[in-house]
């Protein structure tokens, strides 16, 4: 009975994650709005406040927002690639090397700021730190094939 209903919530959340409408447009408008709203519902010790951005399956976009003095455990996507534009703010972003702990080593690391385009081959470890106030982004998560 137990895995009956397991698997029928599973059924559930998923018909539910497939019958998301795409979303294709959002206005400046709605970014600042997006960006007002992770500063005051950000917690205090969260690494990165997350939103979605933009829907069209199976892409997928999301605005991160990141603060100073709280640095984002490094990760590695191995099935996607991942196009980052800077919004607003400054930091570390470091690709390449190995995952070792919460972050990279061995990696490449470089500032960004506003404006910067970043992209991230699939399988390569990468890590956001070092961030001065602020750092919004725009990641748009691209499966490989």
């Given at each position: 009975m137990r895995i009956f209903l397991i698997v029928m919530v599973a059924g559930f959340a998923a018909v539910a994650l497939a019958q998301q409408p795409?979303?294709?447009?959002?206005s400046a408008a709605d970014v600042?709005?997006?960006v007002a709203k992770a500063k005051t519902d950000r917690k205090p010790d969260q690494a990165n406040f997350i939103q979605p951005l933009l829907r069209l399956a199976p892409y997928r976009a999301n605005l991160e927002y990141r603060i100073e003095g709280v640095d984002t455990p490094a990760t590695i996507h191995e099935k996607e690639?991942?196009?980052?534009?800077?919004?607003?703010?400054?930091g570390t972003f470091t690709t390449g090397g190995k995952l070792s702990g919460t972050g990279v080593?061995?990696?490449t690391s470089r500032k960004i700021s506003k404006g910067d385009y970043i992209f991230v081959p699939e399988n390569t470890p990468h890590s956001f730190t070092k961030t001065e106030g602020r750092l919004v982004i725009m990641s748009i998560h691209v499966p490989r094939g």
């Open positions: 795409d979303n294709t447009f959002v600042d709005a997006m690639a991942e196009l980052i534009y800077v919004i607003d703010g400054a080593e061995g990696g």
